[in-house]
């Protein structure tokens, strides 16, 4: 055997396993432009939408009105000091515009990418009565922990915990295009052994984590994998429509910029009517 080829097989024998850990929540703080009884109300509206968290004691709910912050400066600051496990905020704070078409607004900008905690971006309307479908969203998902971790710590007792992994065609498709102009490889043998190894990979993790959420004192939910080959915006759309989703969870940080990355903004913005927990 050549010792590439033996390299080869160590590396796929190693696999990434998903590690489970409790997420403490002691202080949820509400940013909204609401003001008095209405903004408590938008407190309450939260809590019974995110039942599990809303009736553990010990947690402190709290409500930043939109009279005590001007600036998105003031508003960090207020952030800041609370210190928060987790936020909860909508679309288009303190905009004239409470509907727009390509962005989340300045102040809502600003905190997902400031803030130090997950941000949850409730739809305007109505919520589900409780919280009982969430689906993890990422184009990586092996060896993300801390998505999943979020996503079972908000999901009720019995909810459906699904796991997403869509693996970008247009990617695929390019790099498969200059394979096939090197003659020293096989075109459609690298076709079937990449694609093969690179939904191998999501599949193995997420049978892991179907197994630390099945033990006793990880909460009880129902895990469904999901791993595909796709167009990851237009495939979560119709992912999202079609298992009736109550949240997504999913990343906006990016080490390399301040700006949210490519597609968690295109998500961001285009999925309004489903409430989003922006990590």
Do not use: C
């Amino acid at each position: 055997m050549r010792l590439d080829q033996y390299e080869s097989r160590f590396k796929r024998a190693a696999k990434s396993v998903f590690e489970y850990a409790p997420v403490p929540f002691e202080t949820v703080l509400l940013v909204t432009d609401a003001e008095g009884q209405d903004a408590e109300a938008e407190l309450e509206r939260a809590r019974a939408f995110l039942q599990p968290l809303g009736s553990t004691e010990g947690v402190r709910w709290v409500a930043l009105r939109g009279d005590q912050y001007h600036t998105s400066h003031e508003l960090v600051a207020l952030v800041s000091q609370h210190k928060p496990d987790l936020l909860i905020t909508h679309r288009s704070l303190k905009e004239a515009d409470k509907d727009p078409i390509y962005s989340l607004g300045t102040y809502l900008d600003v905190l997902t990418q400031v803030a130090p905690v997950p941000v949850l971006v409730l739809p305007s309307g109505s919520l589900p009565q409780a919280l009982k479908r969430v689906m993890v969203v990422t184009d990586h998902i092996t060896g993300d922990s801390r998505l999943i971790n979020y996503g079972a710590a908000l999901l009720g007792e019995g909810g459906d915990l699904f796991l997403t992994h869509i693996e970008d065609e247009g990617t695929f498709e390019r790099y498969l295009g200059v394979i096939s102009k090197l003659p020293s490889l096989d075109t459609e043998t690298a076709r079937r052994d990449i694609l093969e190894q690179l939904l191998k990979e999501p599949r193995e993790f997420m049978e892991s984590v179907q197994k630390a959420l099945a033990v006793p004192g990880a909460p009880q939910v129902e895990v469904e994998p999901i791993v595909r080959l796709g167009r990851s915006v237009r495939d979560y759309r119709e992912l999202v429509e079609a298992r009736q989703v109550d949240l997504l969870v999913f990343n906006t940080k990016d080490s390399a910029q301040l700006a949210m990355h490519g597609m968690a903004y295109s998500l961001a913005v285009e999925l309004k009517r489903v409430p989003l927990l922006l990590l």
